[in-house]
């Protein structure tokens, strides 16, 4: 059975950077492929990016190209996300999952809300 | 960009059949799933490749994908179905959302 674990809320200044990790357990980590997905308050999820450890690979929606950094640590079996610049608009809570066959999402972390905030 | 879309809301009676589609351009063309995701939770896998069920979500939700909709149709609809319902495609390199469906059992 796979479990993500995500760091903690994060309240961060408009301007700056967050970065947010998921620790995953079970089964064979640099197998497989994480997602980040975003859902913003009272809407709905929006995709961000993905990684694939075994490959080194990682790829991103055309709207966070530039501002968004997907990495991985093998040692520890964990996913980062980096996301810079940050505006209002990035207030959401973030969650990464697990990709399964043909790009469906069959786990999923409990989610990290990050707040942009003056 | 490819585009998935949903009906905002569905309301249904309990015990009751709700159908929830989604379409997109030649979307039977590809692979559908779908999430359930309940207040303050994160989603849940309910439907994959169209129509194939995770273990333990119940047989009475299903799905098909045809011609430019896929459908989610869960029967005997219950109070705890009530959530809300995302469908989800691949397009090139990359995932594709719905803009979600609030199933509402009254």
């Known amino acids: 059975q796979v479990q993500l674990v995500q760091s903690g809320a994060e309240v961060k200044q408009p301007g700056s950077s967050v970065k947010v990790s998921c620790e995953v357990s079970?089964?064979?980590?640099?197998?497989?492929?994480i997602s980040w997905v975003r859902q913003a308050p009272g809407q709905g999820l929006e995709w961000m990016g993905r990684i694939t450890p075994i490959l080194g690979t990682s790829e991103y929606a055309q709207k966070f190209q530039g501002r968004v950094t997907i990495t991985a640590d093998t040692s520890t079996s964990t996913v980062y996300m980096d996301v810079s610049s940050l505006i209002s608009e990035d207030t959401a809570v973030y969650y990464c999952?697990?990709?399964?066959?043909?790009?469906?999402?069959?786990?999923w972390g409990q989610g990290t809300q990050v707040t942009v905030s003056s | 960009s490819y585009e998935l879309t949903q009906s905002p809301s569905v309301s249904v009676s309990p015990g009751q059949t709700a159908s929830i589609t989604c379409s997109g351009d030649?979307?039977?063309?590809?692979?559908v799933c779908w999430y359930q995701q309940k207040p303050g939770q994160s989603p849940v896998l309910v439907i994959f490749?169209?129509?194939k069920r995770p273990s333990g979500i119940p047989e009475r939700i299903s799905g098909s994908n045809s011609g430019d909709t896929a459908t989610l149709t869960i029967s005997g609809t219950q109070a705890l179905d009530e959530a809300d319902y995302y469908c989800?495609?691949?397009?090139?390199?990359?995932?594709?959302f719905g803009g979600g469906t609030k199933l509402t059992v009254l």
């Open positions: 030649k979307l039977g063309d590809k692979y």
């Open positions: 999952a697990r990709e399964a066959g043909s790009h469906w999402f069959d786990s």
């Open positions: 490749q169209d129509t």
């Open positions: 989800q495609a691949w397009d090139s390199t990359t995932v594709v």
């Open positions: 079970g089964g064979s980590f640099i197998r497989y492929t």
